[in-house]
């Protein structure tokens, strides 16, 4: 008889500003990759993902996203795929900047309490990221060392650069 | 899995036995930061108890013999020769700093050198506690989080001051490299541009969240602090004077409050006694959590006026170890890390025990109030647990479940550091005479200063804090009709924390800082920074008779006996300054080691760097006054003697000019003048005061003048001067300390004059010019032409668009 060990459901939510809205730190983003060196990026846009591990279940997380993640005026919210499918990107990237784990996370650890208070069951840890989408051509060695000396610090900071559909 | 009986034996060092040399290896390996005199005082100390220490005495040991604790070098004795002659210092501190204050006895000075910050009397009932630190390490490898946690630092120790302050203003101070350095830079190191967009993050993030007013500081930019930026961050508190003493008793409980134990930040306090190389341990740096710490704060404040504890201190570098160590350093103490709630459960037992993880508050809380403090602090979300007691029997023990991990004599472990005598030298530069350099026509100077680095408007950074909170900033750092023109210093009424509405005395603080006057005299630099602070808030209505000083000193090794005289040099200026200027100092910091190895490889030194920043009491925020001109048609008077000392000016730094003589300050004449003009504010006969620093008398105008929308003509012939001088650009230029521009509507002229003395010690005042409708800035030379005539929005302009054209 095999024994199937339920694994802690781990939550993807990312939550940002609406397309019709003027997102300045993506603007001031753009600009401090462009002092990289990067003047073929176009556009930039900041968003923010949430980790959420824990006993909740998908519509627990949803009612956590809507009412407490995201400003519903200006902000949309979607659950992400743990991985995405990887797509062909076409001068698309998205770059994801995560805490180190052995950096506390001021921001998931409120996330975590803000939860628990909402009355629904306080995840096991929560951890946020912030997103950067980009449009421009460069490559993902050039992006690599410009979000290194700008958007994340080697130090405290995780970035992962993929190639991303729009 | 480890057994505690298991972990103890991994956790054993082997120091009996060992020469130097694999001591230090050791010490590398672990980030331990001891000299060899301080491994073989370990040694000898463990070689009488007959056993191997522990890895966590050994830290402990290091934690607290460590620079950022114990002060080694200020404290050691120094052979200090000066020319021929050789002389030995015992104790640098206490026989510069500590004697000044000894000296002018102040009986408002409450608490000195004692607590966490200084304390000084603010009426009858409160008092302000006020400490200004560095961060400077941290902030290198990650400015956001090294300026957070620097400002959470500062703020924890001003709550963990006396039996607790309530912060009502935080000041913060940079050195920076250039924003746009072009030049090459060692692997690992951030750009300037990166650091200050980091640290201004930080700290904004942190005061704002917390909801204190960010309302106070300076940049100043020079490309040597490139790959060491200073982050000084400072904090002002206000607590009930029956708050001042704590004490604590043996049988209190050790109870620690606030964040979790983690694997933050461990050696933080010994890696600020490194050089700062590329092998810096990644532990060192956090982020900071504001909202726990207020929390925290909101707990504490409420316990504190229960009077449920008998005494506080903050986790800060070194963790529990100089927490319970300095709270327990008369008594002894008890302490079980199993009690210790953690936020990861494999930490080793001297993790626990050195962990910086910040946000956190140590307290001695009699046992019979223990129910009560947990209630409240349950109240605000905010975790407690107790982790031991403090005994009477002068031993520190500290156990992890059955296992011993500390059993150290307080006494050895805080007279136990063996004092190294170290080697300063100081020789004058040989020539005082200034040279090279390009001339440039007078507008054209006066432009380009207005436009330089450490002059031009510091907008870009101040609004990003909440400088508003609390609501009792009465003078705010932009001041003008436009509210943008360069305030002296701000003014605040801290009404919210006292909630009494018809008190209407409040507080300024202010800074002096200037490392150019440092390359040529130390001395004369600690002098001129002494009277910056003084000037400055003398200028928005503080006294200056009762001023209180706080000095920090960031320099480079000490190690080098040309860097260690130029800071024996400074600390000797500090000492004649408090002593002349009747100023006490409260409290202090120092922060050495700031160099590192450039790109080349090359060991690059900070500039010797003085911050001297000042407290003291406005009598009636009411009649707190601004630096901008009020309105045409007023007297301009000049408060202070300009002597042709242009060294280490703005004016020789735009011409490429190198050395000459330094500005110096004679505190009698300059206390006298302040005097004056305070008496003069009292009486509401002021309308407007801005002190001549960089750039002199021409930027000063210029700033009063394009502040207020006024233009101004002024007479060089008028200025009061050494009769030596027949040049202008040293009139306009000079940055001879201790002046103060003023203006005065003409009904209040005589009255005015009237509280300045006619005495050859008193400060010299004369009429220079007047206000003027139309916005331009006029100067007649000393042969009676016009020499000068600048449109003041196009100096505004130039002045504003420095920093945003750097940074966009």
């Not at chain 2, 206000?238 to 461990?266: H, M, N, S, Y």
């Not at chain 2, 440092?518 to 910056?532: F, H, I, N």
């Not at chain 2, 000016?649 to 000459?660: A, E, I, K, P």
């Amino acid at each position: 008889m095999s024994v199937r060990i339920q694994p802690t459901n781990t939550h993807l939510i990312e939550v940002r500003l609406r397309p019709e809205h003027f997102d300045a730190e993506g603007a001031s983003a753009l600009a401090l990759l462009q002092a990289q060196g990067l003047m073929a990026l176009k556009e930039a846009r900041v968003s923010r993902v949430f980790e959420i591990k824990g006993p909740l279940s998908a519509n627990q997380v949803l009612q956590a996203a809507k009412d407490l993640l995201c400003d519903a005026v200006t902000q949309e919210h979607r659950v992400l795929a743990p991985t995405p499918a990887p797509m062909n990107g076409m001068n698309s990237w998205r770059v994801e900047v995560w805490l180190k784990p052995t950096v506390t996370d001021p921001v998931g650890e409120t996330v975590r309490e803000a939860i628990a208070e909402m009355g629904l069951p306080r995840p096991d840890s929560v951890r946020c990221a912030l997103v950067y989408r980009l449009v421009g051509r460069t490559t993902k060695l050039q992006l690599e060392k410009a979000v290194s000396k700008s958007l994340a610090n080697p130090l405290i900071h995780r970035a992962v650069v993929t190639e991303a559909h729009p | 899995m480890s057994t505690p009986a298991a972990e103890t034996a991994a956790d054993a060092l082997t120091v009996l036995g060992k020469s130097a040399k694999e001591l230090r290896a050791l010490g590398d390996a672990r980030h331990l930061s001891l000299n060899d005199a301080e491994w073989a005082a370990v040694q000898a100390h463990f070689k009488s108890l007959k056993r191997e220490p522990s890895l966590a005495e050994v830290e402990t040991v290091a934690q607290t013999w460590s620079e950022h604790c114990k002060h080694k070098t200020f404290t050691s004795p120094i052979r200090f020769t000066e020319g021929r002659k050789t002389r030995t210092i015992k104790n640098l501190f206490q026989e510069t700093i500590v004697a000044a204050t000894a000296a002018v006895k102040k009986p408002w000075c409450l608490s000195v050198f004692e607590d966490n910050a200084g304390v000084v009397a603010f009426g009858k009932k409160w008092a302000l506690a006020f400490k200004a630190e560095t961060h400077n390490h941290p902030s290198a490898l990650e400015p956001y989080g090294g300026a957070e946690t620097g400002v959470g630092g500062v703020v924890r120790d001003v709550l963990g001051c006396g039996l607790g302050a309530k912060p009502v203003l935080n000041t913060d101070v940079f050195c920076f490299g250039r924003p746009d350095y072009k030049g090459p830079l060692p692997e690992g190191a951030h750009h300037p541009s990166r650091t200050l967009r980091g640290v201004v993050a930080g700290v904004r993030d942190y005061g704002n969240r917390m909801g204190i007013p960010t309302a106070g500081g300076g940049i100043w930019f020079d490309d040597d602090y490139r790959l060491n930026p200073l982050v000084f961050v400072g904090t002002v508190g206000i607590l009930p004077q029956w708050a001042v003493k704590k004490e604590v008793r043996a049988g209190d409980l050790i109870v620690a409050a606030g964040g979790r134990t983690g694997r933050d930040g461990l050696h933080g306090a010994t890696f600020s006694s490194a050089n700062l190389g590329a092998d810096a341990p990644s532990s060192a740096v956090q982020i900071g959590h504001a909202i726990a710490e207020k929390r925290v704060l909101d707990a504490l404040l409420r316990a504190r006026d229960r009077k449920l504890y008998s005494s506080v201190t903050d986790c800060g570098a070194g963790g529990f170890s100089s927490a319970v160590g300095e709270l327990g350093a008369k008594s002894g103490a008890r302490v079980r890390l199993e009690a210790v709630p953690l936020k990861v459960s494999d930490l080793d037992s001297w993790e626990i025990w050195l962990s910086e993880s910040q946000e956190r508050m140590v307290l001695a809380v009699p046992p019979k109030n223990l129910k009560a403090l947990e209630a409240v602090f349950a109240a605000e979300g905010c975790e407690t647990a107790v982790i031991g007691e403090f005994t009477k029997d002068g031993r520190l023990l500290v156990t992890h479940h059955d296992a011993t991990v500390v059993d150290l004599d307080m006494n050895f472990l805080h007279k136990g550091l063996p004092r190294v005598e170290r080697e300063a030298v100081w020789s004058a530069p040989a020539s005082a005479k200034a040279s090279g350099g390009v001339e440039k026509k007078l507008s054209q100077a006066l432009r380009e200063a207005v436009a330089h680095l450490n002059v031009c408007s510091r907008e870009w950074v101040i609004r990003q804090y909440d400088h508003e909170v609390q609501g009792g900033t009465v003078i705010k750092p932009l001041q003008g009709v436009r509210h943008d023109g360069p305030g002296d210093a701000c003014v605040i009424w801290p009404h919210a924390a006292t909630g009494d509405l018809e008190d209407f005395t409040g507080f300024t603080v202010a800074h002096g800082l200037n490392p150019d006057y440092g390359r040529l005299d130390p001395y004369w630099m600690a002098m001129a920074c002494v009277d910056e602070a003084l000037r400055n808030l003398t200028c928005v209505g503080g006294d200056p008779s009762r001023a209180a000083l706080l000095d920090n000193f960031c320099w480079a090794s000490p190690a080098d006996p040309k860097q260690l005289g130029a800071l024996v040099r400074a600390a000797e200026g500090c000492r004649d300054a408090a002593k002349g200027f009747g100023a006490p100092f409260i409290s202090g910091k120092d922060s050495l080691y700031n160099q590192s190895k450039d790109e080349k490889g090359r060991e690059l030194p900070i500039p010797g760097t003085l911050l001297i920043s000042a407290l003291a009491p406005v009598p009636d925020v009411r009649k707190s006054v601004t630096m901008d001109f009020k309105g045409p048609g007023n007297a301009l008077y000049l408060i202070g003697r300009t002597n042709d000392e242009l060294g280490g000016s703005l004016y020789h730094r735009l011409l490429g000019r190198s050395g000459g003589e330094p500005p110096k300050v004679s505190p009698a004449a300059a206390l006298d003048g302040f005097k004056s003009l305070h008496a003069a504010i009292n009486k509401g006969q002021v309308l407007s005061a801005h002190d001549l620093s960089d750039g002199g008398l021409a930027v000063c105008a210029a700033e009063m003048g394009f502040s207020g929308e006024f233009g101004c003509l002024i007479d060089l012939d008028e200025v009061p001067r050494d009769p030596r001088i027949y040049s202008n650009e040293t009139l306009l230029f000079s940055e001879s300390p201790s002046r103060i521009l003023v203006e005065v509507t003409p009904e209040n002229e005589s009255a005015f004059l009237r509280h300045f003395g006619k005495g050859a010690k008193s400060a010299p005042v004369r009429r220079v010019g007047q206000t003027t409708a139309n916005p331009i800035l006029k100067v007649v030379g000393l042969d009676g032409s016009s020499i000068m005539e600048e449109a003041l929005n196009e100096l505004k302009n130039a002045w504003q668009k420095t920093l945003p054209g750097m940074l966009g």
